[in-house]
């Protein structure tokens, strides 16, 4: 079955640096992929849409420059987080969707980011 | 706007109890997904079942059944003859295929408890 693969799956990170977080579909082109991010004891909310070759697409209430999304390749997406702060810290996770007849995301296992 | 409504923030019950979370969504659209995810405490999303907005049909899954009724805007989810090994938070979502481009909205999500 398809997978997504996400690295680091945790990052200690210190006040204003900058985290890059990797999602790659191993086995399958994924135009299209889904940022999240999940406080503790919540759900999963989505920060922004990212198509290859294009710009992404981010959520009202999403800091663009905070968070920079880059799908450089088909089986590539990253996600920064720039300039780090202590209420950054989540859980983030991505997740690719295929539009084929088995329609379906698959999800990387996340990564945990502790901001100190 | 697609939105997701699982009421049950937190449920608890005794093993071998019978339990229903309940999901309820929104939608403008015709053609839509519905999915259930199981997240256990290491974070990872485990699907459960896709349900399609053609398909009514209830599906049943070992000790899982799924109730999918487009009349009330539900589909809500069952375990049977509940286990310790199913504690954990459980999702529904949501999809619109052409109207959102495949974004997958989740519900607050219901934390379950199981106990022995």
């Known amino acids: 079955g398809a997978v997504v693969s996400q690295h680091p799956s945790w990052v200690i990170c210190k006040s204003g640096t900058s985290v890059k977080i990797e999602c790659r579909s191993l086995d399958f082109q994924a135009t299209t992929m889904f940022w999240y991010r999940q406080f503790p004891k919540q759900s999963l909310m989505l920060m922004a849409t990212s198509n290859e070759g294009s710009k992404a697409t981010y959520e009202q209430g999403v800091e663009k420059d905070k968070f920079l999304i880059n799908h450089a390749s088909l089986t590539l997406s990253t996600l920064t987080v720039t300039s780090a702060h202590p209420e950054d810290s989540s859980f983030y996770i991505c997740?690719?969707?295929?539009?084929?007849?088995?329609?379906?995301?698959?999800f990387g296992s996340g990564t945990r980011l502790t901001v100190v | 706007a697609q939105k997701v409504t699982q009421a049950q923030t937190e449920i608890s019950v005794v093993e071998k109890e019978d339990v229903t979370l309940d999901c309820v969504y929104e939608?403008?659209?015709?053609?839509?997904?519905l999915f259930w995810y199981k997240q256990p405490p290491s974070g990872e999303l485990v699907f459960l079942i896709r349900?399609?907005?053609?398909?009514?049909q209830n599906e049943i899954s070992g000790r899982y059944s799924w109730n999918f009724q487009k009349s009330t805007s539900s589909f809500n989810f069952t375990i049977t003859a509940s286990q310790v090994v199913d504690s954990a938070v459980y999702f529904c979502a949501l999809s619109e295929v052409y109207n959102q481009g495949g974004k997958l909205i989740f519900g607050q999500g219901t934390e379950l408890s199981v106990k022995p």
């Open positions: 349900r399609n907005s053609f398909d009514e």
């Open positions: 939608t403008r659209d015709t053609t839509y997904y």
């Open positions: 997740s690719a969707v295929q539009f084929t007849e088995d329609y379906g995301y698959t």
